[in-house]
Every structure is written in C-alpha cells, then in structure tokens.
C-alpha cells in the first residue's frame, strides 16, 4: 500500500523556523515529482512547492518564495520543506503530495489532478 506520512508541523510564533518531512513507502518515488500543498480553514487547497525527482529543479508559489526551501533524499525516500520567517497566514494544513506519472516536469504538479498520492496532513500554526 502507497503512503506518504507528514511530520514535523506544530505551533510556532512568527518569524520563526520550522522543517516539515514526508516519507514514502510502499513503492519508491524517485522518480516521481513531489511536492507541498497547504488548505486554510475556509479555503481551497493550494500549491506550495514541487522538486524535479532528480532534485535539480524546484517550483514555488509566490507567496512562499525566498522562505521555503524543498529538498529531497531519494536513497531515504523523503522530502523537505524547510519554512523560514512564518507568518501567521502561513497557517494551514500542509500535504506532501505525488505526481501520478513519473519522469514529468516539475511544473504539472501545480494541477491538484495530477497527483496521484496524498498524505494526511499535518497541521502548522503560526502565531503572531
């Protein structure tokens, strides 16, 4: 069975640091693009971040550019979100999630429909 498994969400004040983790298992990704998506209460689900399954090309939204930093270890089948300076609009679930097809460009997980694995969620809460 395919999962993907978040960790690492919590409560944090603003300005501050925190690192999110998602770990795969039950089939390898490395070829697969990943990414980050984010739902606020009353929202829809929006793109975060997405790196190539090579690692050598990332993507991010405009509203988390230059504070969030995706990475990713294929030999552990995991993936990063490094999130720098919080704000508190910044609060939301966050989702690790998996293009549906590998070897694609990075760009195609920006679409919600091609994922094809979703993880739980974890909860980030960003205080001022």
């Known amino acids: 069975q395919v999962q993907l498994v978040e960790s690492g969400g919590g409560l944090v004040q603003a300005a501050n640091s925190l690192r999110l983790s998602c770990a795969a298992s039950g089939r390898t990704f490395s070829r697969n693009t990943i990414g980050w998506f984010r739902q606020a209460p009353g929202t829809e689900r929006e793109f975060v971040a997405a790196i190539s399954w090579r690692g050598g090309t990332s993507y991010y939204s405009d509203s988390v550019k230059g504070r969030f930093t995706i990475s990713r270890d294929n030999a552990k089948n995991m993936v990063y979100l490094q999130m720098s300076t919080l704000k508190p609009e910044d609060t939301a679930v966050y989702y690790c999630?998996?293009?549906?097809?590998?070897?694609?460009?990075?760009?195609?997980?920006?679409?919600?429909?091609?994922?094809?694995?979703w993880g739980q969620g974890t909860q980030v809460t960003v205080s001022s």
């Open positions: 999630a998996a293009d549906r097809a590998a070897d694609r460009d990075v760009l195609r997980l920006l679409r919600p429909d091609n994922v094809g694995y």
